[in-house]
């Protein structure tokens, strides 16, 4: 069975840091498109770091300079690190996975980021 886990979430203080990670068991994450979205309380789902087929990674606005997408195939495992961070960051985070052949989607269950003094 495909599963991903995020984990890596907690409260920060502004300006501090946070890597979360994605882990996948059950598949090939190499085999894979990774996206990072957030949903803050009353607001929709947002894309945060989208990646083509081709490679290239999008940033919203917001989180550009700041955060930045990565992955370690060989560890089956994503990461997004974020830095600055904003009281206006504070959302839960979910990694995204898309085969790059079937079109299957996977969303992890989500990781908590809570930005605040």
């Known amino acids: 069975q495909v599963q991903l886990v995020e984990s890596g979430g907690g409260l920060v203080q502004p300006g501090g840091s946070l890597r979360l990670s994605c882990v996948l068991s059950?598949?090939?994450?190499?085999?894979?498109?990774m996206d990072w979205y957030r949903q803050a309380p009353g607001n929709p789902r947002e894309v945060v770091a989208a990646?083509?087929?081709?490679?290239?990674?999008t940033y919203i606005n917001s989180v550009k300079g700041r955060f930045t997408i990565s992955r370690d195939n060989a560890k089956n495992t994503g990461y997004l690190q974020m830095g600055s961070l904003k009281p206006e960051d504070t959302a839960v985070y979910y990694c995204?996975?898309?085969?790059?052949?079937?079109?299957?989607?996977?969303w992890g269950q989500g990781t908590q980021v809570t930005v605040s003094s």
């Open positions: 995204n996975l898309l085969h790059r052949i079937t079109g299957y989607n996977l």
């Open positions: 059950g598949g090939i994450f190499a085999d894979y498109i």
């Open positions: 990646t083509s087929f081709g490679g290239t990674v």
